[in-house]
């Protein structure tokens, strides 16, 4: 399973170093991919970041500078699966146990995200105002979803 993180690691780090970690206030410290847990939470948070982001510049209609955001968010979500090895969980994880013990439904939610996530590029790139929003809202939508039931809250 170690050699599935790593390999995930290279990929990201190879595709955030060619779009400059694609939101402008991320860290440039990767943590050590061996350390799931840290790893995982990372790149969570780069994708919680980079929704925010996205979503501040679609509404001020700054689509094209979205764009990248949408992209990152879309690799992120391909991801999940492996960044949720069994039983990867500690006191400092959010991650619940709920995961493991429904796999199948974590699983979905993880390849809805990525469907919608991948939708989300083609419609900054090419839809409607309305289809953005729309589309986002679905995107969002997945993550709260997903967050609801498998993700403890912040101390």
Not at 96 to 106: G, S
Not at 130 to 142: G, H, N, W
Request: charged share 20%; hydrophobic share 45%; net charge positive.
């Amino acid at each position: 399973m170690k050699s599935a993180v790593v390999s995930i690691a290279v990929i990201v780090v190879g595709f955030l170093s060619g779009l400059g970690l694609a939101h402008e206030s991320h860290p440039t410290h990767l943590p050590d991919p061996h350390d799931v847990i840290a790893f995982r939470s990372y790149l969570m948070e780069n994708i919680g970041s980079n929704a925010k982001e996205m979503k501040a510049k679609i509404d001020a209609g700054k689509r094209k500078e979205a764009k990248l955001n949408a992209q990152v968010l879309a690799i992120h979500a391909t991801r999940i699966e492996a960044l949720f090895p069994t039983g990867s969980t500690t006191d400092s994880s959010r991650a619940k146990v709920e995961i493991w013990q429904n796999w199948a439904a974590f699983l979905a939610l993880a390849s809805a995200l990525s469907t919608e996530a991948d939708t989300l590029v083609i419609a900054v790139g090419q839809g409607t105002e309305s289809e953005v929003q729309a589309q986002m809202k679905k995107v969002f939508s997945t993550c709260k979803s997903c967050h609801d039931q498998f993700r403890k809250p912040e101390k």
